[in-house]
């Protein structure tokens, strides 16, 4: 079986593509030049000359709440266009499966937690990632309409929880929160600095989740596609605080210094935790805990500075 995997260069492609599972499939990871998601006619010249069973669209442009603030026209724009491109060209060249890779920051930030599938749509958006989750959830809505046009199409899309671990970003201006609070507290020991800065008052609560776990989720679910509804929510069903968070790195890294509060800072939304029985009832649960999971990061990220 063909399947086609883009972003597979990214932090989600990559462990897709190095889990173990995938050895099971003749998985395809076009770069760029061999396939422009931005390039409609390129999309179908390719998926005529592979003709792949399956695409997981793990493509995207992604950054962490700096990078959102600071270009929202750009998340929006170069998500919007490749989700909408490969999604509506699969659809007319006839692939029947996807699993398109949604995101939380999709439900709404008023919602109640935990998440449930159906609150996609049902309140305002979080206006510090609004652009990137507009984008998503256009690529959502596609991927059902194009099923309700054609049921033999089993089009869905998964819902990751924020997600950390091997080829993360860590460069200050794209990290995500994990992979940026080690790069901080690892300077901090290094240069012996003895406070470190978080934004906000530290209470605001996030879930986080491996990312070799949800790359076993995608294969996981993948042969089981077409007895999957529409949205399927993937995380850890458990949340913490962003001081937590920071704690649990300086105990992994054996920072003893101290943490200021940032007050004129952004936080985003107050709680993001995913209702994730419609996945535990189907039989996949997480392998990696909080300590676990930071403990293999922090090893990957010292790998990268060398």
């Not at 692939?95 to 008023?110: A, H, T």
């Not at 919602?111 to 998503?136: D, F, R, S, V, W």
């Not at 089993?154 to 929160?177: A, V, W």
């Not at 850890?236 to 105990?251: M, S």
Request: net charge positive; hydrophobic share 35%; glycine share 8%.
């Amino acid at each position: 079986m063909r399947v086609l995997l883009t972003g597979g260069t990214g932090m989600v492609g990559r462990n897709i593509k190095e889990h173990h599972n995938a050895s099971n499939y003749c998985v395809l990871t076009p770069s760029r030049k061999e396939l422009d998601l931005t390039n409609r006619e390129q999309i179908r010249s390719y998926l005529k000359t592979k003709s792949p069973e399956y695409i997981i669209h793990a493509a995207g442009l992604v950054g962490g709440i700096h990078a959102n603030i600071a270009n929202p026209s750009k998340f929006l724009i170069e998500n919007l266009e490749i989700g909408c491109n490969l999604i509506s060209e699969a659809g007319s060249m006839g692939v029947k499966n996807i699993i398109n890779l949604g995101s939380s920051c999709m439900y709404p930030r008023n919602a109640i937690n935990p998440l449930k599938e159906e609150y996609l749509l049902q309140g305002e958006l979080e206006p510090t990632n609004e652009g990137y989750a507009i984008a998503k959830i256009a690529s959502q809505r596609l991927c059902e309409y194009l099923k309700i046009e054609d049921p033999s199409r089993n089009y869905i899309t998964l819902m990751p929880c924020n997600l950390y671990g091997k080829y993360d970003h860590f460069e200050q201006e794209r990290s995500h929160l994990i992979a940026s609070i080690i790069a901080k507290i690892h300077d901090a020991k290094i240069n012996n600095k003895k406070v470190v800065e978080i934004w906000g008052n530290g209470k605001v609560k996030r879930e986080f989740m491996f990312v070799e776990d949800f790359a076993s989720a995608v294969w996981f679910l993948l042969p089981k596609i077409n007895e999957l509804s529409n949205i399927i929510n993937v995380g850890t069903g458990k949340d913490y605080t962003i001081l937590d968070y920071y704690q649990q790195v300086a105990e992994t890294i054996d920072f003893d210094g101290s943490f200021k509060f940032n007050l004129n800072k952004p936080t985003g939304m107050k709680q993001k935790l995913l209702d994730v029985k419609k996945i535990h009832d189907l039989g996949w649960f997480p392998r990696h805990n909080l300590e676990l999971g930071i403990k293999k990061t922090y090893s990957h990220y010292l790998e990268f500075l060398r």
